[in-house]
């Protein structure tokens, strides 16, 4: 048992680099600053959350090559352990407007805030 927990550590810790690395990069390439960022995380028009989704959303088939452990897959088990002061994954959900139309929203991560203020400000040493 204590390997696979090993496993699933270093399954956790790959996954939560790789996945900070996009965001900040992402951030960066396609907002220009954090600030930029942080002011179109306020706006919830349609657009803005299509294009948030389009940025953070990370293919299945990527997140189970990142977690898989001695040839099983252990994403659930990954997700599940995920340190929410560095990482969250925030699953799949959807809309439903009273018209009755329906808009489904894919799984995406983020890093909190605070997080990210830390992470950018080591950016600028």
């Keep these: 048992m204590s390997e696979c927990k090993n496993g699933i550590d270093d399954a956790r810790e790959n996954l ?24 179109a995380c306020k706006d919830k028009s349609n657009k803005a959350v299509a294009r948030y989704v389009r940025n953070f959303h990370v293919d299945s088939k990527i997140l189970h090559k990142l977690t898989r452990h001695d040839g099983k897959r252990c994403l659930a088990q990954v997700l599940r352990t995920l340190d929410p002061n560095r990482l969250v994954y925030k699953s799949k959900y959807d809309f439903r407007y009273k018209s009755g139309k329906k808009f489904s929203k894919p799984s995406t ?4 805030f605070h997080e990210l203020d830390r992470l950018f400000a080591l950016a600028d040493t």
Aim: no cysteine.
């Design 16 to 39: 939560t680099k790789v996945l900070t690395y996009k965001i900040v990069t992402t951030i960066q390439n396609h907002y220009g600053s954090l600030e930029a960022f942080k002011t």
């Design 109 to 112: 991560f983020y890093i909190p």
